[in-house]
């Protein structure tokens, strides 16, 4: 279930209701904060909150535009508790079309932070800071906090754990000399590394860091999207090796199965007879195949 916030360049843009999850852990934290007034906290936390996902649908906005710019177009954009998710219609084949879409996201959060620095130094020399001490500012003034938010999203995108932006940016120039499925199966051996780092660090299990189930979530998505991304750039090679999908044997004991072409939604297993495989399908897109040989 997901609600829909707007549309922004024709492409609607919606919230998750996990998402709710946040506001409530974020007003939670703010009553049994001490100090400051709990509601002002948690206006102050919710500000927060809303601005830094309003600077995530931004840096999405900019890997779709991207992805417009060659020709891609993008289904929705949707906010999850661990991040927004630009859903392009598909991934460009071409390493350099994917290098540019994966760099725009960053490079938005980049574009961000500048603006927050400028605004920030022009506003600490318009009021003066020698009545507050540099840690007050950066607890209490929003516009650093979001330029730290903006300085996050650029860095942790940016780590090569495939498919996260980092990781398509490593796929793409391995690409250029290793091919797409070497390359797709390091960066997706490298994604499998960093998403159990992650659970690691989200367990708590690396000393004085605390536990974050949120890094969590983002290390098994991480782990099960590489991994059906590599499966799926394995079954393109494969058929691209055995020819076009074949037509489903006769004695086939499986209902409901149409020709992927004729719906973009189709869900469900389909025969590749020419690669001896099943290929299971979910909204248009192949997730799992089984090899049968
Ligand atoms: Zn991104």
Request: glycine share 10%; with cysteine.
């Amino acid at each position: 279930m997901r609600w829909k916030l707007g549309r922004a360049f024709g492409i609607g843009i919606y919230v998750h209701w996990t998402f709710a999850l946040i506001v409530g852990y974020v007003l939670f934290s703010s009553l049994s904060a001490p100090g400051q007034s709990p509601v002002d906290r948690a206006i102050h936390s919710l500000t927060f909150v809303c601005a830094a996902f309003g600077c995530v649908v931004l840096h999405e906005l900019g890997h779709a535009l991207t992805a417009r710019h060659y020709g891609i177009a993008t289904r929705d954009i949707t906010l999850y508790p661990i991040g927004g998710v630009a859903r392009l219609e598909r991934m460009s084949e071409r390493p350099a079309e994917e290098f540019w879409i994966a760099v725009a996201g960053p490079a938005v959060n980049v574009v961000i932070a500048g603006i927050l620095l400028l605004v920030s130094w022009f506003s600490l020399n318009a009021f003066g800071s020698s009545s507050l001490s540099m840690a007050q500012l950066i607890q209490g003034n929003l516009l650093i906090e979001l330029l730290v938010a903006n300085i996050w999203l650029v860095l942790f995108n940016l780590l090569p754990a495939f498919p996260m932006d980092g990781g398509r940016v490593l796929r793409s120039l391995l690409a250029h000399f290793l091919g797409r499925l070497r390359a797709t199966e390091i960066a997706a051996q490298l994604g499998v590394f960093f998403a159990i780092l992650f659970a690691l660090l989200g367990f708590g299990l690396v000393r004085d860091w605390g536990s974050n189930p949120l890094l969590i979530l983002i290390g098994i998505f991480t782990f099960r999207a590489g991994q059906q991304e590599l499966a799926f750039v394995r079954y393109q090679e494969r058929q691209r090796q055995a020819g076009p999908l074949d037509v489903l044997p006769a004695n086939a004991d499986v209902v409901d199965v149409v020709p992927v072409e004729s719906d973009e939604h189709f869900s469900g297993p389909v025969w590749d007879g020419k690669a001896r495989a099943w290929v299971i399908w979910r909204n248009g897109r192949p997730v799992r195949v089984h090899w049968i040989d």
